[in-house]
T-cell receptor
Framework: AQKVTQAQTEISVVEKEDVTLDCVYE???????LFWYKQPPSGELVFLIR??????QNEISGRYSWNFQKSTSSFNFTITASQVVDSAVYFC??????????????FGKGTHLIIQP | DAGVTQSPTHLIKTRGQQVTLRCSPK?????VSWYQQALGQGPQFIFQ???????QRGNFPDRFSGHQFPNYSSELNVNALLLGDSALYLC??????????????FGEGSRLTVL
């Protein structure tokens, strides 16, 4: 069975601070895919990134960066110089197939990120 | 280009009633998945539809059923509603197999309250 743990229920920081959201996963699959989604108050989940289990290179996209470490089964997400617009609930997810496939995605419980002005 | 649209946005039902939720996928997408998100929780996979058939189902009882139409839109039906069915129901669409980039496009959801 697959499992995703986001131990941080809520994080509150002041604007311009850096913040890291933790994600730890469990799977028996040798090939798997990790995702991060953002959920603003409007409700829809917005795709941020997908990572393959065989590609451990870290990725940077603007102020966002992701650190994938297979040895610790972690896929952490860092926002540099946070902004108020980054306030949302962030979900880490896991799947055995690229787009979730027929088995869908397994989501963590999410981390509510609050950026204070 | 319209994204994933869901209706209704909010609805209130009483225990024992039945509900139908609707979803139109993003243009060019042929696969639709449904997720249930209880308050303060992450979404949970209900099932996925492709070519008008249910491909896979998560850990949900048979009270949850669905349908996909030839135009790829989809319905989620829940019978004999329980208080615990109160949740945000999210629909997600994705590209056809072989063109899958790994990105699911989600709608804003239908908020169901069961009293």
């Amino acid at each position: 069975a697959q499992k995703v743990t986001q131990a941080q229920t809520e994080i509150s920081v002041v604007e311009k601070e850096d913040v890291t959201l933790d994600c730890v996963y469990e799977t028996r699959d040798t090939t798997y895919y990790l995702f991060w989604y953002k959920q603003p108050p409007s409700g829809e989940l917005v795709f941020l990134i997908r990572r393959n289990s065989f590609d451990e290179q870290n990725e940077i996209s603007g102020r966002y960066s992701w650190n994938f470490q297979k040895s610790t089964s972690s896929f952490n997400f860092t926002i540099t110089a946070s902004q108020v617009v980054d306030s949302a609930v962030y979900f880490c997810a896991l799947s055995g197939r690229p787009g979730g496939g027929a088995d869908g995605l397994t989501f963590g419980k999410g981390t509510h990120l609050i950026i204070q002005p | 280009d319209a994204g994933v649209t869901q209706s209704p946005t909010h609805l209130i039902k009483t225990r024992g009633q039945q509900v139908t939720l609707r979803c139109s996928p993003k243009s060019g997408h042929d696969t639709v998945s449904w997720y249930q998100q209880a308050l303060g929780q992450g979404p949970q996979f209900i099932f996925q539809y492709y070519e008008e058939e249910e491909r896979q189902r998560g850990n949900f009882p048979d009270r949850f059923s669905g349908h996909q139409f030839p135009n790829y839109s989809s319905e989620l039906n829940v019978n004999a509603l329980l208080l615990g069915d109160s949740a945000l129901y999210l629909c997600a669409s994705s590209l056809p197999l072989g063109h899958d980039t790994g990105e699911l496009f989600f709608g804003e959801g239908s908020r169901l309250t069961v009293l």
